[in-house]
């Protein structure tokens, strides 16, 4: 697992999340880090269970399946969410909003399991989703597109469908967002809470950074799900 190398505490996340700083070689957010590890968990009891059901429960199980990639993508999850803060900037509140859509996807549709062949697609989806609730100014879908590896037609539709099996309910207030927080604290050590403002980009940063998005699209290492 690419997120058990680094030793990651309580309070170093704490900080990190308070006080993360927006600048071109700013470290990799530690909440990506956590977010990994927990999907990494949550698909390997999936894996688990799908093994134990017969193949009428499974075809049950996987039914929902919009996220599905042509093939399992050669990428870890770690991976992918490092290729999405790199081009993005995408900062730390922005993870803990797309964990809090995923969470409410998945028990909206009981029947959807995450998997390697539909988390990449899922992660795109909901980050760019979660940034667009978080952040004034964002990058345009196509961007997101191929930041993500897919078609800006691909991107397009996985949004509206996401959106309409979510009933449109983004909306996440403080109490939400500091419980998931608590939440992404105890994957580090047991016990304990804390409380974590937004931290949203000042308006100069997010222009500048529109100002350099025609350049910075012809430089994506292009990937496809």
């Not at 170093?12 to 700083?21: F, G």
């Not at 399946?65 to 770690?78: A, G, K, R, S, V």
């Not at 961007?143 to 449109?168: D, S, W």
Request: aromatic content about 10%; proline content about 2%; some cysteine.
């Amino acid at each position: 697992m690419a997120s058990s190398s680094l030793t990651i505490s309580p309070r170093k996340l704490r900080s990190d999340l308070y006080s993360y700083s927006y600048q071109e070689d700013s470290n990799i957010p530690l909440v990506i880090n956590v977010l990994a590890s927990l999907i990494e968990r949550n698909m390997a009891r999936t894996e688990r269970i799908v093994k134990k059901c017969s193949w009428a429960n499974l075809s049950k199980a996987i039914s929902t399946n919009m996220f599905d990639c042509h093939e399992i993508p050669d990428l870890t999850i770690q991976s992918y969410l490092e290729r999405i803060f790199r081009y993005t900037r995408a900062g730390p509140s922005i993870y803990v909003v797309a964990y809090v859509y995923i969470d409410r996807f998945c028990q909206n549709n009981p029947g959807f399991r995450i998997n390697a062949r539909n988390v990449h697609r899922l992660l795109i989806t909901t980050i760019m989703v979660a940034s667009k609730y978080v952040e004034d100014m964002n990058y345009r879908n196509s961007y997101f597109a191929r930041v993500g590896g897919l078609t800006t037609n691909e991107l397009n539709n996985l949004e509206l469908e996401f959106l309409f099996l979510m009933g449109f309910k983004l909306h996440v207030n403080v109490s939400v967002f500091e419980s998931y927080c608590c939440h992404l604290e105890r994957e580090v050590s047991i016990g304990g809470g804390y409380q974590i403002e937004r931290a949203l980009r000042c308006a100069e940063e997010i222009k500048a950074r529109h100002q350099e998005e025609i350049r910075g699209y012809n430089q994506i290492a292009r990937i496809t799900l």
